[in-house]
């Protein structure tokens, strides 16, 4: 079994019109670069408490960088000091990939395939309950042995969405008490998910097998595979546009950028955000300006959803980057080679302003962040994550 994305909130308005809409971001990752050894199958998830050290972090002052297509970090720009946070029962390393915020309960999901379970951390409190009984199995990958199993989330309407590589299932869990419902399997091995509420929807991708499965999500405690979308490359990752009805996700292996009309499933555009050989991971829409952010494995573009996907501002973020997150016009982004967070604001003209940055350790990614700014990272190789207080603006 397995559990939900990332899913945020925002006010959007496409261009020159405005409309009020939800709007549903997710993320996208591989396998963890350092796993370890698989625990054996366990039960149906049941929730734990589990005690736990409160995050806290300083909160730096922000700058912003030139708005020219490439942003440089400025020799005084802003410095983030982050604290970490043990995950509760695990020994390093462990199998992290895609975290979530549910933003309705200030609390931060974070799958652990080796334990078998999804660590449900309580902002305000500093405590985790555990929802645990996922499969988790030893697999080869690419010539080493991985442990897989609960490896993304995704925020849905009171529900988490999970995803277990152990089993390629999609699994539901109520936020309210943390309970399990009924989980639906993929035809082929998953990767990222999002919840595309005006459709009722789990889209997940399955990179190997170039396509996307749908499930239906309108009963959300019992999904059910709907149908399957056979793409012309390997997707990766997940954003959201739902005043126009559209999905975005990127082709790793074609650097391409899709957006993909969630009604009749059909692409109805292709763009190239410039990634080079290593493709496109991460991507972010931003409602208020109609602004497509890609995450390249060092860079983030801004693409133009309203004029073709034409390319706008660029920011340096150091190498290893895979999932970004954005929340009121604020990119988040941990490079895992680089060992850095970077916080930048996003303008009118598509131009990324460099807020802060951060220190982590070698192999940190994924970051997420709250509605007020604080941001959170998991570190796979240590069994923790971090945890940056929110850069205050001068």
């Not at 396509?211 to 149908?227: E, N, Q």
């Amino acid at each position: 079994m397995s559990m939900p994305t990332p899913a945020l909130r925002y006010d959007e308005a496409m261009n020159s019109r405005t409309a009020l809409v939800l709007l549903v971001l997710a993320g996208c990752g591989g396998p963890s670069a350092e796993q370890s050894p698989a625990t054996s199958p366990s039960t149906t998830p049941t929730p734990t408490p589990t005690a736990a050290p409160a995050p806290t972090a300083p909160t730096p002052v922000a700058s912003a960088a030139e708005p020219a297509p490439v942003a440089p970090s400025a020799p005084d720009t802003p410095t983030m000091t982050g604290t970490t946070i043990p995950l509760p029962g695990a020994t390093a390393p462990v199998s992290i990939d895609i975290v979530a915020i549910d933003a309705a309960r200030s609390h931060v999901w974070v799958p652990v395939g080796n334990t078998g379970s999804v660590d449900v951390f309580d902002i305000a409190s500093g405590a985790f309950s555990r929802v645990d009984g996922f499969k988790s199995v030893e697999r080869e990958v690419n010539g080493k042995v991985r442990t897989m199993g609960p490896s993304a989330v995704a925020t849905g309407d009171k529900f988490m969405y999970v995803g277990n590589r152990a089993t390629n299932e999609v699994c539901p869990v109520e936020t309210a008490t943390l309970k399990p419902g009924k989980c639906a399997k993929a035809a082929n091995a998953i990767d990222v998910l999002v919840y595309v509420g005006s459709t009722h929807e789990v889209w997940v991708t399955m990179p190997k097998d170039q396509s996307i499965a749908i499930f239906d999500a309108s009963k959300p405690a019992a999904l059910a595979l709907k149908t399957t979308i056979k793409l012309d490359g390997a997707p990766e990752c997940f954003a959201v546009d739902s005043a126009h009805g559209l999905v975005f996700t990127n082709l790793e292996d074609k650097d391409g950028t899709l957006a993909i009309d969630a009604k009749t499933r059909t692409v109805k555009s292709t763009w190239s955000p410039g990634c080079a050989a290593d493709g496109p991971r991460g991507v972010a829409f931003d409602a208020a300006r109609g602004f497509v952010i890609v995450a390249c494995t060092d860079h983030l573009q801004v693409l133009d959803a309203g004029h073709d996907g034409a390319l706008l501002g660029k920011l340096d973020t150091g190498a290893g980057v895979d999932n970004i997150d954005l929340v009121d016009g604020k990119v988040y982004a941990a490079a895992g080679k680089a060992a850095k967070v970077t916080v930048a604001k996003l303008d009118d003209k598509g131009q990324l302003l460099l807020l802060a940055t951060g220190a982590t350790s070698e192999g940190v990614r994924n970051a997420v962040a709250d509605t007020h700014g604080n941001v959170y990272a998991p570190d796979a190789r240590a069994a923790r994550f971090w945890v940056f207080g929110a850069p205050q603006v001068r």
